[in-house]
């Protein structure tokens, strides 16, 4: 009986970490050091003149109410999208799968998958994804993206 009362404490402690961020999304910031993380989501997209303004939130949802992380640009770059871009009606960048939890011994360790979402002007949607993103220790790593295996400049 003594391992389950200390199992649903440890539960309840991830759950009131996870809420805190949900209840005060400016701590994201910091909690998840997202400076670090624009600058990995920026070094996929080498496009001139393309601002992203990465927005990021932990909610519930799901069919078993999970905790979610979520990195979205709410921007159209279509614009962006060279020679796609006269065949595209929208163009966005998004989180696809994504995984976050806390423990006392590891802290927030993050998981999720950055795709880039396409509607083509004549009906249809797909996606694909750019890379994906692993935040553990209070660092954000990438991996699984075009040039991952070409030295960093």
């Known amino acids: 009986m003594r391992l389950r009362r200390n199992s649903k404490r440890k539960v309840s402690k991830m759950n009131t970490e996870i809420q805190n961020l949900i209840d005060h999304p400016e701590a994201i910031r910091e909690t998840l050091n997202t400076a670090q993380l624009d600058r990995l989501i920026r070094k996929c997209f080498c496009v001139h003149g393309l601002t992203l303004q990465m927005q990021y939130s932990v909610s519930l949802g799901g069919r078993f109410n999970e905790p979610r992380f979520n990195a ?4 159209d770059v279509t614009a962006c999208a060279g020679i796609f871009s006269s065949v595209l009606r929208k163009c966005q960048i998004g989180t696809f799968s994504q995984h976050i939890e806390w423990t006392e011994a590891d802290g927030f360790k993050v998981w999720f998958q950055l795709d880039l979402r396409y509607e083509h002007f004549n009906g249809g949607s797909n996606g694909m994804t750019v890379a994906e993103f692993r935040f553990e220790n209070g660092k954000w ?3 699984n993206f075009k040039g991952e295996d070409e030295p960093e400049r």
């Open 141 to 143: 790593s990438k991996s």
């Open 72 to 75: 979205e640009n709410a921007d």
